[in-house]
């Protein structure tokens, strides 16, 4: 008779204790799954791991501009950030998709930004008076409010945040590094033009002259548009590598060497260039005040290539020049992505 009352007694207990633990379970293993590799700072919101998650409520967005955002599983310590900006009529998806960015991310730690356009056009701003100044508004604006958020809520360093694009965002490329000099170590910049060659005071995003070839200036003059982007600004300018293709019909080849007259002279180098090469058949390779992977600006000619010059592979050379890895990769072309 004893025992019949501790066996009652224990059962309701037994069946709360399982009711808990099913309760958790669940918890547990979706806490498991979204949590980051790396906790983020000051108990910000981080986002999940290994997938393209949308950010909100970031900061200033003058232009609506959406934020994607790629941390891989393995993300370093102090990561670096790379904000990769896609082309008219693309998206921060696309970009993810037409590019690799995201698996160098899992296998280098670092983390990557998409910026995406909401305007009608899909272009980004590089043509307004707004953008194409320190804190004037617009685009640049919203993308320096993305690379803050990172950098606060993954303590990533500061010293090592770089931009990347393709067509409208190689343009935009050109101008953050113009506009914000002490954010962007380097940038690499897929079928552009120089900071404040398509500017227009109409409100107009195109620029035909510049989309022609047909705008040409001094060395000191386009470099002259760039310190004028932030007035006093005496610290050190991030590397530049310019990709172009000879046949490019969109954004036209002369287009490739007023950007390497406007960055030599921004970096005081000579337009001699220090070394020249072939990486592969076709190609031409250009370096300016350095031989080495990290010159402060290279330029890389394709021979017989059109706008829709980005091929998978490429992504590795970038990082080379960024100082994100240690090797690049031989690309092979493969679909572009369309502009």
């Not at 393995?74 to 008219?88: D, E, F, L, R």
């Not at 910026?115 to 056009?121: C, D, I, K, L, M």
């Not at 394709?302 to 960024?322: D, K």
Request: hydrophobic letters at 35%; a positive charge; aromatic letters at 10%.
């Amino acid at each position: 008779m004893s025992t019949t009352p501790r066996a009652t007694a224990r059962r309701p207990l037994r069946r709360t204790l399982l009711a808990l633990l099913a309760a958790l379970v669940p918890l547990l293993a979706a806490t498991v799954l979204t949590a980051p590799a790396a906790a983020a700072r000051d108990g910000a919101a981080a986002v999940p791991t290994a997938t393209l998650t949308e950010v909100t409520d970031f900061g200033a967005n003058p232009s609506n501009l959406r934020m994607y955002l790629y941390v891989p599983d393995n993300v370093t310590p102090n990561p670096a950030v790379v904000a990769a900006v896609h082309w008219c009529t693309g998206s921060g998806p696309d970009m993810f998709n037409g590019t690799e960015y995201d698996t160098l991310a899992d296998r280098y730690g670092f983390i990557v930004l998409y910026p995406s356009v909401t305007r009608s056009s899909k272009c980004f701003d590089v043509s307004s008076p707004r953008a194409l100044r320190r804190g004037g508004g617009s685009d640049p604006v919203g993308i320096k409010s993305m690379i803050d958020w990172v950098t606060r809520t993954y303590d990533a360093d500061t010293s090592r945040v770089f931009a990347t694009g393709i067509s409208s965002g190689a343009m935009m490329t050109n101008v953050l590094l113009g506009d914000y000099p002490d954010v962007f170590a380097a940038g690499a910049a897929f079928s552009g033009v120089p900071f404040g060659c398509f500017a227009t005071t109409d409100g107009s995003e195109w620029n035909s002259a510049c989309a022609n070839g047909t705008v040409t200036r001094t060395p000191q003059a386009w470099g002259d548009l760039v310190r004028g982007a932030y007035p006093g600004y005496t610290g050190p300018r991030p590397r530049m590598q310019l990709w172009h293709g000879t046949q490019d019909d969109v954004l036209r080849y002369p287009n490739f060497g007023e950007e390497i007259k406007q960055w030599t002279n921004v970096h005081g180098v000579s337009r001699t260039p220090s070394g020249t090469d072939s990486p592969q058949p076709g190609w031409n390779r250009t370096r300016y005040g350095g031989t080495g992977d990290r010159a402060p600006v290279e330029a890389i000619s394709l021979q017989g290539v059109g706008h829709n010059l980005y091929a998978q592979g490429m992504a590795s050379r970038v990082l080379t020049f960024f100082g994100l890895d240690s090797s690049g990769r031989r690309p092979s072309r493969s679909r572009a992505p369309a502009r």
